[in-house]
């Protein structure tokens, strides 16, 4: 079965460090986005993305946050001045089409550990 | 708005016993709800999802869920519990129809021998 893959599984940056977390989505879906989840808490809603543009952010989403989808096969998430507080695992998902019928698709998470 | 509360952060059980995980959601409109499941190291896959149609619903695994509107629940159970089940469990609500999902805090299973 086609599986959403994430790298790398766990990432170490220092504070004030980009970082960029890579998603290859499964292949002919249409639908992207990622969520994430600080050690204890929920799993939050980051950005949806279609055809190219953000569709829909959370308010954790701020300007230190964007997506991108460089080369039609991955889809990546920058943040560009890491913070203490952007430790979490992240999770990329994809879908083939935007309503629930169509099954949503999660990696594994990168583990994002910020010094 | 949407949101969703799961009752009990930890659940212990025995190998062969009931499993039943809690989670009341509250919405403005008819909700979209699922059931996630997540084993160690891995990603989130899906147990099973109401969308209006039957209210019980059957899912993956053995697991299944009623939909109660008059108690705004949404309750995960199985029958029988397996060693495989030990993991983190998530109840998830769309307001929208679209995979903008507000999860619960999860709860994790623990499953006796």
């Known amino acids: 079965e086609p599986e959403v893959t994430q790298t790398p599984s766990h990432q170490v940056t220092q504070m004030g460090q980009e970082v960029i977390l890579r998603c290859v989505p499964i292949?002919?879906?249409?639908?992207f986005y990622w969520y994430r989840q600080i050690l204890g808490q929920k799993v939050e809603f980051l950005v949806s993305?279609?055809?190219?543009?953000?569709?829909?952010k959370s308010e954790i989403f701020d300007d230190q946050f964007s997506v991108e989808r460089p080369d039609g096969s991955n889809f990546t998430l920058k943040i560009r001045s890491t913070k203490l507080e952007d430790s979490a695992m992240y999770f990329c998902?994809?879908?083939?089409?935007?309503?629930?019928?169509?099954?949503?698709?999660f990696g594994n998470g990168t583990r994002l550990t910020v010094t | 708005a949407q949101s969703v509360t799961q009752l009990g952060s930890h659940v212990s059980v025995s190998e062969g016993a009931l499993v039943l995980l809690r989670c009341n959601y509250s919405?403005?409109?008819?909700?979209?709800l699922f059931w996630y499941v997540q084993y160690p190291n891995q990603g989130l896959q899906l147990l099973l999802k109401?969308?209006?149609?039957?209210?019980l619903v059957k899912g993956i695994n053995g697991f299944e869920a009623e939909f109660k509107k008059s108690e705004t629940s949404f309750h995960l159970t199985k029958p029988s519990a397996h060693m495989s089940d030990a993991a983190e469990y998530f109840c998830?609500?769309?307001?929208?129809?679209?995979?903008?999902?507000?999860f619960g805090a999860g709860t994790t299973v623990t499953v006796r021998a």
């Open positions: 998902a994809s879908a083939y089409l935007t309503g629930v019928d169509s099954p949503l698709h």
């Open positions: 292949s002919n879906h249409l639908y």
């Open positions: 993305f279609y055809n190219n543009e953000i569709s829909e």
């Open positions: 919405s403005s409109v008819p909700p979209y």
């Open positions: 109401y969308t209006s149609a039957a209210t």
């Open positions: 998830a609500v769309s307001g929208q129809g679209d995979y903008k999902l507000s």
